[in-house]
């Protein structure tokens, strides 16, 4: 066998892939384990589909998310999770979200949402290269490894740093309305923006890691748009998943500091609440996808 990636210079680390077996509690059992044993690999885990990784809930609950609480035990493992509503049902769409930042705490791990090839690339140099250990979950939508327009720059790769927060470029003085979303859902979300001809007076900002919160980017961007008429949450997943009920209050909180005469507060654009994650039906998928656009947009 010849592997071009091990077979760029001297010296240099090994990249070794493997087929895990179907059991997502041991597979991410020994994942996490080899981690803790191998301080500086950068050993990442992805499941099948996003949903896959509900099987692996206690190694979740009592390692990755507590062990350096419970034991001061750290680990570098990276997760990556498929996770976007692409028409595909339940399974396809979820990577549970919503329950890695309940679990959020105290600096334990990072949790992301990356739009851009440059960020997944300097967030897993990072993983590598920060001195503290922290787990790094990944939400991974499948269908920007084939977008057209989710690449990058060589510059970007070699000369760009990592970006919690990537800020809107639309001139706030014709902006009416703010929209902050993560990962896929802003590359649907700018094309109906463009279809709709409303691109001078929508801004889109992305929220590329929601934890620690990058609190100082995401006001500074808030200020900078202080005088649009609303600021809106858009994701994909129901109201009652995803990132809804973790952003809210630290968005409220940081619209109340910069409006405390209007009490300004986030607006929701999303799914309603569901017990399944996403709609088996890619009709059904479609029609969903399309009004939480327009809603985001202000166009009922």
């Known amino acids: 066998k010849y592997i071009p990636l091990n077979n760029i210079s001297e010296g240099q680390a090994r990249i070794q892939v493997y087929d895990s077996l179907l059991s997502e509690y041991a597979a991410l059992g020994f994942e996490y384990g080899y981690s803790v044993e191998e301080p500086d690999a950068l050993v990442c885990w992805e ?14 609950d009592q390692f990755i998310s507590a062990a350096e609480a419970k034991w001061a035990q750290t680990c570098r493992l990276t997760m990556l999770l498929p996770h976007g509503f692409e028409g595909q049902g339940p399974e396809h769409s979820s990577g549970r979200l919503e329950r890695f930042l309940q679990a959020c705490a105290e600096d ?38 084939r977008l057209p327009e989710a690449v990058c720059t060589a510059e970007e790769l070699v000369e760009g740093q990592y970006r919690p927060f990537i800020s809107s470029v639309a001139d706030p003085g014709k902006v009416n309305r703010l929209v902050l979303c993560s990962g896929k859902v802003y590359y649907d979300l700018k094309k109906a923006r463009e279809e709709a001809d409303v691109v ?19 006001s500074a961007e808030l200020e900078r748009f202080k005088g649009v008429e609303e ?35 986030i607006s929701y654009a999303g799914r309603s609440a569901a017990a399944s994650p ?23």
């Open 231 to 265: 600021v809106v949450w858009l994701q994909e997943e129901p109201a009652n998943m995803g990132a809804w009920f973790f952003v809210r209050p630290l968005l409220d909180a940081l619209l109340e500091q910069l409006h405390e005469d209007c009490n300004k507060r």
């Open 108 to 145: 334990n791990m990072i949790v992301a949402n990356f739009s851009t090839p440059a960020n997944y690339f300097h967030a897993l140099r990072q993983q590598v290269r920060r001195e503290a250990r922290k787990p790094l979950i990944v939400m991974t939508p499948k269908s920007l490894l």
């Open 278 to 300: 996403a709609t088996g039906s890619a009709t059904i998928h479609a029609a969903e996808q399309y009004a939480i656009l327009m809603r985001a947009m202000g166009v009922e």
């Open 47 to 60: 499941a099948q589909f996003g949903d896959f990784v509900n099987g692996a809930q206690i190694m979740i």
């Open 200 to 218: 001078d007076s929508i801004a889109i900002a992305r929220l590329e890691q929601f934890y620690p919160f990058p609190k100082e980017a995401v």
